[in-house]
């Protein structure tokens, strides 16, 4: 199902009176501070991030999952979800594929739709944190941590076969997250569980097409409840550094211990020129893959204040970054989910773009910390919605994406045509 320009339009038409007044205001007020509001325009429609093809359906606890009815039952009908998503925001023009559960069967059919819907595919994920019906040997103890090396090979093996289902979709990266460690104490040997994944990890690279990347994911616990292998960005960055150029670390805001400065990491990660890509979420405890800026969306601007200062250092040597979210939706209708979480990291970083970096390194210099913070808040207490509505009406998008969803009643369609008992693969 595609939505009908047509209808954008004529919702959109309901606001456009309204909106050029506040746009006309907030233009005038952001360029008599000096501001090039043109310039952040075109960066907010610039900016795309990936749609996880495993969130397009309820997720669930182990305690129970609740369907809404309309799930995609194939990758077709998930790529046009993404489609609708993309239609109503402008900025979801891409999908990240997580393979066994999305295996792409028919590529050439496939990429063709994909291609009409204006969808592209960012990183493919590797799982070898679960076992297949189909499968030999069990990562129950690991996989390319296993003490056994016939495992490390079939999990090696794994991450070839993804890399190669990529390359026929035109795929340029692989994200690889290991939930591989320990639940007991004494249960694993550290530093042989750490030199044994770091050696599949340079098999695998070797087998990296040579305009490829290599994400390597980290996460501090779960489904381990003692120790995980590649627990911490360090980590990953020292086993992306011992597999080489083409191998970064990927930052799952969800994959932090309580209270960690995650905007700190991202500056050393682009000071390194390792940084790879994020998934963002949002969390209040732990790994809770909740919408984006939904609990602490202080915390993503500060990452996008680093983002785009990093970004525009000269110094800094970093190749562009994969923005992909990783959510799992128990209550919302995913693709309202989905949209929230987009507008959520539109508008943290078009607040950061309001930042003169100038100005505020002039103030870090002088330890002028009152003043310095007030100039980063200033930006943060902007409304910048208007220019990202303005961003989205300029390339025929939707003004008000959830709004023209729910007033065209798009999930009840979907339940139409989908009927409610299909079941989405995916987390
Ligand atoms: C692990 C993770 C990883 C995915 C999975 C779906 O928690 O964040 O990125 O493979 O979620
Ligand atoms: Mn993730």
Redesign the pocket.
Known sequence: MRIDSLLISRHNDLFLEKHSQSFHFLSRELSDKGIDVESIITKIQQFQVAI?S??LGAGGTRFGRFSMGGEPGDLFQKISDISIINDLTGAAGAVSL?IPWDIPENVSSLTQYARECGITFDAV???T?QDQADQALSYKYGSLCHTDIKVREQAIQHNIDVIHYGEALGSKSI?V?L?DGSTFPGQINFRQALSRTKESLQEIYRHLPTDWRMFI?Y?PY?PQFYSTVIQDWGTSHLLASACGPQAFS?V?L??HLPNTNIEQIVATLLSLGKLGGF?F?DSKYG?D?LTVGSIKPYQLYLIFLELVSGLADPTVVNPPISYMI?A?HNVKDPLEDLMQSIEAILICYAQALLVDFNKLNELRNKNEVVLAQELIQDAYRTDVRTLLREARLRKKASFSPIQCYRDNEIRNQLIKERGISNKAK??
């Open positions: 996880p495993w969130a997580h994920n590797s799982n944190f994200t997250w939930s994911e996460k779960e990927l799952d969800g994959h998934h979420n790994d893959d990783d799992s995916g987390l």
